[in-house]
């Protein structure tokens, strides 16, 4: 397909140059393009297909970034890229130099602000315009928000702060509402109706009649009130909106980009707050994607040839730390009737797919509502059951307030599964799990970190075990073993003296799979003449006396950890060691800089100097006294 209307959209003004009966052939190149190149890099495709029209119509009657568009998660910002001059950016999405997979307001000024997280864009979006009314600047503020957000807290208590705000526009992108015949026809007409000046001119003469009407006058405008929301409620149930404030429009075909573009500007001319509810299809112009928009919602490259290559939901991959920890969770509840799995909308990233089908009724998806799903364990915990709360690192520090106050002061028995533990390739700074041995660590929670599946599958039963009470955390990587860190299966203690040699000086300490670069640093030492011994961590915090009185024996103790540098299990360390009396050379390599880049994850090693060439210069430098102590 030629792809000539695309090309010639450089910037947003570009696009209201299009005549009507173009902008339908651009939504088709859009989508082509979508599907061309995310299936070459990967990124989030059903959702991005699925909001094409949205997008294209927003751009066409609004002006950023005067006019600001705030993104939920950020997942379906690939068009409004495209059509703010970053067409070219997609050859490098989600790489290393390369354009970001989530909106970034550090790459362009047409994004308002980052995303990454959930359930986010209404609170952002309510401060953004009550800023530009502080400040009597124009333009209009929307937020798109999909269904599934609806399934975290923030955006109620967003909704309950809207105020006065008349520059506010919430769209609600929903791809899972299914509208009858009759009644999307109708709803339909009515909406169109109501998307009309006229239809605002006769609302507000007949308003203004009323209020002249003596006695009877202000009932009336009462029951017609009260007669219309009884309408909608048994249609499309929409007095939610407008009881919060807001004057609602939909549901709206968000595939007829005419119809939505017409909607848009009839609100964009009347003062809000308005609420917008479109109906989409996830994946919409790709058929496999449509009939498993799941499939397609993040994906590697594929064949769109052959899309039998893409991954069934249903299953977790067959090589992966979740698949290991579900199946292995799932074997455990068959023999512990207490044990009850938690998630926020991930069941399959983490692999609960197995206990789901086994043990339906003590599964729990609370949707994006990590707070509720930490707090719930504790309610859970407090009647003798033992919930296991599994969430991915990025998304658990959401909960830190319920972690502190309603698990950790009452030591209730809750064991925390911590998916993506560590640095996370593609998706970057949104998306690290850098955080959580150190806000973990800060109330004293004993933390577990495996580098293999033999130690996760030794030491997931012990944590799952009477042996155990309190809170406590079990973090595994992203993705497989590797076969380097595999071969040294699991001895069953809590530290490993992994790899030593004669005479050695020098020690690396590390854990997780930070530890194939800490091995491979000591033995490119010893081909130097610098002997280095190597310490794997299993339970990294809190320490044991053994391992400190082991390690204060060396005279340079280097600690590596895919992990905040401030907070982290090193500062830890370094403490431990000064109160034991130790006055060596401590040199500590973690995450400096949290804005990490959209990499492989060897990439941002190197980029934080966590790659076994940095950390072996790391310990030549504390020879020649230039290390920081």
Request: net charge negative.
């Given at each position: 397909?030629?792809?000539?209307?695309?090309?010639?959209?450089?910037?947003?003004?570009?696009?209201?140059?299009?005549?009507?009966?173009?902008?339908?052939?651009?939504?088709?190149?859009?989508?082509?393009?979508?599907?061309?190149?995310?299936?070459?890099?990967?990124?989030?495709?059903?959702?991005?297909?699925?909001?094409?029209?949205?997008?294209?119509?927003?751009?066409?009657?609004?002006?950023?970034?005067?006019?600001?568009?705030?993104?939920?998660?950020?997942?379906?910002?690939?068009?409004?890229?495209?059509?703010?001059?970053?067409?070219?950016?997609?050859?490098?999405?989600?790489?290393?130099?390369?354009?970001?997979?989530?909106?970034?307001?550090?790459?362009?000024?047409?994004?308002?602000?980052?995303?990454?997280?959930?359930?986010?864009?209404?609170?952002?979006?309510?401060?953004?315009?009550?800023?530009?009314?502080?400040?009597?600047?124009?333009?209009?503020?929307?937020?798109?928000?999909?269904?599934?957000?609806?399934?975290?807290?923030?955006?109620?208590?967003?909704?309950?702060?809207?105020?006065?705000?008349?520059?506010?526009?919430?769209?609600?992108?929903?791809?899972?509402?299914?509208?009858?015949?009759?009644?999307?026809?109708?709803?339909?007409?009515?909406?169109?109706?109501?998307?009309?000046?006229?239809?605002?001119?006769?609302?507000?003469?007949?308003?203004?009649?009323?209020?002249?009407?003596?006695?009877?006058?202000?009932?009336?405008?009462?029951?017609?009130?009260?007669?219309?929301?009884?309408?909608?409620?048994?249609?499309?149930?929409?007095?939610?909106?407008?009881?919060?404030?807001?004057?609602?429009?939909?549901?709206?075909?968000?595939?007829?980009?005419?119809?939505?573009?017409?909607?848009?500007?009839?609100?964009?001319?009347?003062?809000?707050?308005?609420?917008?509810?479109?109906?989409?299809?996830?994946?919409?112009?790709?058929?496999?994607?449509?009939?498993?928009?799941?499939?397609?919602?993040g994906v590697s490259k594929f064949d769109q040839l052959d899309p039998s290559g893409i991954p069934d939901p249903e299953v977790a991959p067959k090589e992966s730390f979740s698949t290991v920890f579900g199946n292995l969770l799932n074997k455990e509840g068959t023999s512990n009737e207490k044990i009850c799995a938690i998630t926020a909308a991930m069941k399959y990233g983490t692999g609960l797919q197995f206990f789901y089908h086994s043990h339906?009724?003590?599964?729990?998806?609370?949707?994006?509502?990590?707070?509720?799903?930490?707090?719930?364990?504790?309610?859970?915990?407090?009647?003798?059951?033992?919930?296991?709360?599994?969430?991915?690192?990025?998304?658990?520090?959401?909960?830190?307030?319920?972690?502190?106050?309603?698990?950790?002061?009452l030591k209730e028995n809750v064991v925390f599964a911590i998916d993506r533990a560590g640095f996370v390739p593609a998706d970057g700074e949104t998306h690290q799990g850098i955080y959580d041995p150190a806000f973990l660590s800060e109330v004293g929670m004993p933390i577990y970190s495996p580098s293999n599946y033999a130690e996760l599958k030794h030491w997931l039963p012990l944590l799952l075990s009477d042996e155990m009470h309190g809170p406590?955390?079990?973090?595994?990587?992203?993705?497989?073993?590797?076969?380097?860190?595999?071969?040294?299966?699991?001895?069953?203690?809590?530290?490993?003296?992994?790899?030593?040699?004669?005479?050695?000086?020098?020690?690396?300490?590390?854990?997780?799979?930070?530890?194939?670069?800490?091995?491979?640093?000591?033995?490119?030492?010893?081909?130097?003449?610098?002997?280095?011994?190597?310490?794997?961590?299993?339970?990294?915090?809190?320490?044991?006396?053994?391992?400190?009185?082991?390690?204060?024996?060396?005279?340079?103790?280097?600690?590596?950890?895919?992990?905040?540098?401030?907070?982290?299990?090193?500062?830890?360390?370094?403490?431990?060691?000064?109160?034991?009396?130790?006055?060596?050379?401590?040199?500590?390599?973690?995450?400096?800089?949290?804005?990490?880049?959209?990499?492989?994850?060897?990439?941002?090693?190197?980029?934080?100097?966590?790659?076994?060439?940095?950390?072996?210069?790391?310990?030549?430098?504390?020879?020649?006294?230039?290390?920081?102590?």
């Amino acid at each position: 397909m030629n792809s000539s209307l695309l090309e010639k959209i450089h910037q947003p003004s570009d696009l209201k140059k299009l005549k009507s009966g173009q902008v339908e052939e651009l939504c088709e190149e859009i989508r082509k393009f979508l599907l061309d190149n995310v299936s070459k890099t990967g990124g989030h495709l059903a959702s991005n297909l699925g909001a094409v029209e949205l997008t294209v119509a927003l751009h066409r009657v609004l002006e950023t970034p005067k006019d600001e568009i705030v993104f939920d998660v950020g997942h379906q910002c690939y068009t409004h890229k495209l059509l703010t001059g970053r067409r070219e950016g997609f050859a490098k999405l989600r790489q290393i130099d390369g354009i970001s997979g989530f909106p970034n307001p550090n790459e362009s000024e047409h994004d308002a602000f980052i995303a990454g997280h959930g359930n986010t864009a209404l609170s952002l979006a309510v401060g953004i315009a009550w800023a530009k009314k502080l400040r009597g600047e124009p333009g209009q503020v929307v937020a798109i928000i999909g269904d599934g957000a609806f399934t975290g807290g923030m955006v109620y208590e967003g909704m309950n702060n809207i105020g006065g705000l008349d520059n506010l526009l919430v769209i609600l992108n929903d791809n899972k509402m299914s509208i009858s015949k009759n009644v999307g026809a109708l709803a339909r007409y009515l909406n169109h109706l109501r998307t009309t000046n006229t239809y605002f001119d006769a609302k507000e003469n007949v308003r203004t009649f009323l209020d002249g009407v003596p006695v009877v006058g202000k009932p009336l405008k009462v029951a017609i009130g009260n007669g219309k929301k009884m309408i909608r409620r048994a249609m499309y149930h929409s007095t939610m909106f407008e009881d919060m404030g807001f004057q609602y429009f939909g549901p709206v075909d968000g595939h007829n980009e005419p119809e939505l573009e017409r909607t848009l500007r009839t609100i964009h001319s009347q003062p809000g707050p308005h609420f917008l509810h479109i109906v989409t299809k996830k994946g919409k112009g790709y058929k496999p994607a449509e009939n498993n928009p799941g499939n397609y919602h993040g994906v590697s490259k594929f064949d769109q040839l052959d899309p039998s290559g893409i991954p069934d939901p249903e299953v977790a991959p067959k090589e992966s730390f979740s698949t290991v920890f579900g199946n292995l969770l799932n074997k455990e509840g068959t023999s512990n009737e207490k044990i009850c799995a938690i998630t926020a909308a991930m069941k399959y990233g983490t692999g609960l797919q197995f206990f789901y089908h086994s043990h339906p009724k003590r599964f729990f998806d609370v949707g994006m509502a990590e707070q509720h799903a930490v707090t719930f364990a504790a309610g859970l915990a407090s009647q003798g059951m033992l919930p296991v709360v599994c969430i991915y690192s990025t998304f658990l520090q959401r909960s830190y307030d319920q972690i502190i106050h309603d698990v950790n002061l009452l030591k209730e028995n809750v064991v925390f599964a911590i998916d993506r533990a560590g640095f996370v390739p593609a998706d970057g700074e949104t998306h690290q799990g850098i955080y959580d041995p150190a806000f973990l660590s800060e109330v004293g929670m004993p933390i577990y970190s495996p580098s293999n599946y033999a130690e996760l599958k030794h030491w997931l039963p012990l944590l799952l075990s009477d042996e155990m009470h309190g809170p406590r955390a079990i973090r595994y990587p992203r993705g497989g073993e590797t076969s380097f860190l595999a071969q040294y299966g699991c001895s069953g203690k809590e530290f490993d003296h992994l790899y030593t040699v004669p005479d050695a000086k020098v020690v690396i300490v590390s854990y997780a799979d930070e530890v194939e670069d800490v091995l491979h640093a000591a033995m490119k030492l010893g081909e130097e003449g610098v002997p280095c011994d190597v310490y794997k961590l299993v339970k990294i915090f809190p320490f044991t006396e053994e391992l400190i009185c082991e390690i204060k024996q060396y005279d340079v103790v280097l600690m590596a950890e895919e992990c905040v540098a401030c907070g982290g299990i090193g500062e830890h360390l370094a403490v431990a060691l000064q109160k034991a009396g130790w006055k060596g050379t401590y040199i500590h390599r973690a995450v400096e800089t949290v804005c990490l880049p959209h990499a492989t994850v060897p990439q941002i090693k190197q980029v934080t100097g966590l790659d076994a060439d940095s950390l072996a210069q790391a310990v030549r430098d504390a020879g020649k006294g230039e290390a920081a102590t």
